[in-house]
């Protein structure tokens, strides 16, 4: 019955996340939704084997009406071309098991969805990235064109692994790079006809 | 001479097949999920319920699942299960079916998507339309 209060506790909460992002605009649907975003990271070093790996099932959430915007990767969900740095990454590295996902929650600063068009433009956005139980403030520039009844968002940032709390063993400390460059590419649908 | 050579010649081979096996652990094949026994056999509605329980969803992390339940969604080879299953098929859609046709495929979980309310699934094959 402990679990069935758990269930029952997390969907009350994913209502009220849900709620929230979509508080104001029931009177003009402002929601645009991506199931299949992706991210790319990469931390390469020079002459050695690639570490990168890409997410295709990255969820993004953005309300146009406050410019609130939520996303999140499954851990398990970032492929590398090499099955063992997989493995590593997950068991050793980031402890998907402990953490699973990777979470953003923030804003695309002075956005104004009217006036986005065509025409790819630099917007600021700001917020909260928690990765593996680790939450830490971003800030990055990234490009958004508004195509009909699709946002696309595309931009990139870096992240420190030290700074969540990720060790990298001394090992292999040469071959994995101290910053980590991300990319993203989202292409968010609204839930409106325009 | 001759014995010489053979054992040359053995040497070499131990060393390939060395090389072999060292390449193998280093750089090892991506699993192929369609080709492994499944894990876990359960419906679309258990799964997703398991797996909204943090507890119990660990169980089933990188794992093969078995799941069967209605389509309620197609986005390109993206198929949603009893709403709350996300299903990325490795291969585009040959075979035609439609929403609400029942459907059984084999994938594996890479976790619940507590944004979105789903489990997604990723690898996924189908095994069967009814």
């Known amino acids: ?194 | 001479m001759k014995s010489r050579k053979i054992l040359l010649l053995a040497m070499g081979l131990a060393l390939m097949i060395l090389m072999v096996i060292v390449y193998q652990t280093m750089f090892p094949e991506p699993r192929n999920i369609s080709e492994l026994p499944a894990d876990f056999n359960l419906s679309a509605e258990k799964l997703a319920l398991e797996m909204a329980d943090s507890d119990k969803a660990v169980q089933y992390g990188d794992k093969v699942i078995h799941t069967y339940g209605k389509i309620s969604a197609i986005e390109g080879n993206v198929i949603t299960l009893g709403g709350a299953i996300v299903v990325h098929l490795l291969d585009p859609l040959g075979k035609v079916f439609q929403k609400g046709d029942s459907i059984a495929i084999k994938g594996r979980c890479i976790g619940y998507d507590d944004l979105l309310g789903e489990v997604k699934l990723d690898q996924a094959s189908i095994i069967q339309i009814k």
């Open chain 1, 1 to 194: 019955m402990d679990s069935l209060g758990n269930i029952v506790r997390k969907i009350c909460l994913n209502g009220l996340l849900l709620g929230l992002l979509s508080i104001g605009s029931s009177h003009a649907q402002q929601r645009y939704i991506d199931r299949n975003g992706v991210v790319v990271f990469e931390a390469s070093e020079k002459l050695f084997e690639p570490v990168k790996a890409k997410n295709e099932s990255v969820s993004v959430i953005f309300d146009a009406t406050d410019n609130k915007m939520a996303s999140l990767a499954l851990m398990r969900g970032f492929h590398f071309q090499n099955g063992l740095m997989q493995e590593h990454f997950n068991e050793n590295y980031v402890e998907s098991d402990l953490y699973p996902k990777a979470l953003f929650k923030g804003e695309i600063l002075d956005f104004d969805i009217d006036g986005a068009d065509r025409t790819s433009q630099p917007y600021t956005i700001k917020g909260v990235l928690e990765i593996h139980g680790v939450s830490k403030e971003i800030e990055s520039t990234v490009q958004i064109q508004k195509i009909g009844n699709i946002l696309a968002i595309q931009g990139s940032f870096t992240v420190i692994p030290g700074e969540f709390n990720i060790k990298i063993p001394k090992i292999v400390e040469n071959k994995i790079a101290k910053t980590v460059l991300v990319k993203l590419d989202f292409k968010l649908t609204g839930d409106h006809e325009e």
